[in-house]
């Protein structure tokens, strides 16, 4: 939970209220009560924002509020063709010393989602939880692999599924073909592995099945931070709601987060993410299967 | 139909058969016959190939045998994304000076598909093909945008389908959003557009109708050229076969052409597209689907 600064060939914005815990959280918030939030906040950050969380049964009872320290804050600029951006500011702020602490009423949880963060850190919170969760999931990204490299392998060992997206995927391996890679990750621990591609879509694999979900063809994407935290919202939180972590499940859960990442972009921030009803999700997802459905009859 | 010479990072070749309407042959004549072809070849164009394209029904009374010259070459070396290539060598040869005549026994044709060419010489065929074919396809590339955009313009006006890259698209257009450009291009003429984007797989707009086709993720793609080509001929070829032109028979059109896009890149050249059994293709378009489909519940 923190701030950003984004510029996008479509506009630009002074600080606002970002975060990969909170896009995933309000994105799961669609499909499952409650999520239990763990992350760390300055004095700035907005009780407004909280209250919002709240609201939509969002506990906060793990985010600990540094009465002293400043909120991370982040600022970049994406380049036109919206895949690829400069960072301009990293203030880690409270980031620098977080020591993830899980509330004794968390204790139990069936999914557990870790945010891109130092694998260190994620590992602190997943040794913390007895029992261990029935699926495991984190996000990571290439600074982690460049810098704390041993730390991650010993993390991908602990979980079951690992969400990057294809640049990432290939500097892990040093793999250029992504069915290679897809495999090689699997051998560093994950039973499954969701590659994202941006406005190219996102594969899922498992053993060695591969499944496919297209991004939807937008006219514009109006700004892209937090789409693919959104995604992994929307994903677990269909797999929490379900209760099925199959992978013929994981492909629907795929295919809803794909749904709820599409409107993300369509505004700055977590904007769009609180204004949506249950018949716009519904009609996304309807249009996800109308782009990909074909009838064939082989002769 | 002419020879390439091609560097991959998976090996090289010395000059092979290749050229747009030998693949569009090959691939349309799994689903359709007779295919008939018009195209231009020098005296060195092997007599075995001409012969194996026969018996696949293709007719070759369309294309010219030049006695004194040489069959136009394209040498080429891929990068290691294999989107992107450095063109070594193209040597014109009979193409300098082209001027297609179509056989009385090829008029009445329901299907024309023009390879890239430069856009006057498929111009002409058109005029000469009375009555006008019920599906005129036809593709194009860049080079043509740079040196022939008046005659670009005026074929677009007289064609029902255009097939070009995402590249390609932005290019003719100015628009980066493929959704815009899709709008753009099909106010130019083209009532339908099939937007390629190599391994991350087509697009398929009509009106205010999309579809989405993946590429199948493959292990390695050995050899990308004709991938293209082997498209347009696998999507012709069905609907040729089937005679409906309809937007949800051009949905299936696309997954057969990817299918056999699939098979095209797995050697060098045209060679895998001679070895295929009709189960070979159902298989994988199977695979096709299965990349693609899943069950959703809306709740």
């Not at 290439?142 to 690992?162: E, H």
């Not at 594969?203 to 994407?221: G, M, S």
Request: hydrophobic share 45%; net charge negative; with cysteine.
């Amino acid at each position: 939970m923190a701030f950003d600064a984004i510029e996008t060939p479509f506009g630009k914005t002074d600080r606002i209220v970002g975060g990969a815990a909170t896009y995933i959280a309000y994105a799961a918030s669609y499909f499952v009560k409650p999520v239990q939030q763990i992350s760390i906040v300055g004095y700035d950050f907005p009780k407004e924002e909280m209250e919002e969380l709240k609201k939509r049964g969002v506990q906060l009872d793990g985010v600990e509020v540094v009465p002293d320290k400043k909120s991370f804050f982040w600022s970049g600029r994406y380049h036109e063709d919206m895949n690829t951006r400069d960072t301009l500011i990293t203030d880690l702020n409270v980031l620098a010393d977080f020591n993830p602490k899980v509330p004794d009423s968390f204790q139990g949880a069936d999914f557990l989602m870790l945010g891109n963060l130092a694998p260190s850190t994620q590992i602190s919170v997943i040794q913390q939880l007895k029992p261990r969760p029935r699926l495991i999931a984190m996000d990571t990204m290439n600074f982690w692999m460049d810098i704390a490299m041993p730390d991650l392998q010993k993390l991908l060992k602990m979980v079951d599924l690992l969400m990057i997206n294809d640049a990432e995927a290939r500097q892990l391996t040093g793999q250029f073909s992504l069915v290679k890679a897809a495999k090689a990750i699997m051998d560093m621990g994950p039973k499954f592995l969701v590659i994202k591609k941006g406005e190219h879509g996102a594969l899922l694999f498992h053993e060695d099945q591969v499944f496919f979900a297209p991004a939807l063809p937008l006219e514009e994407v109006f700004d892209p931070t937090g789409a693919g935290d959104t995604f992994a919202g929307g994903f677990m939180g269909h797999l929490a709601r379900t209760k099925d972590i199959s992978f013929e499940n994981m492909k629907t859960a795929i295919i809803v987060g794909s749904a709820l990442a599409s409107f993300c972009v369509e505004k700055f921030g977590p904007i769009r993410l609180k204004e949506l009803s249950k018949k716009d999700i519904d009609s996304r997802i309807q249009q996800f299967r109308d782009l990909v459905s074909f009838e064939i009859e082989l002769v």
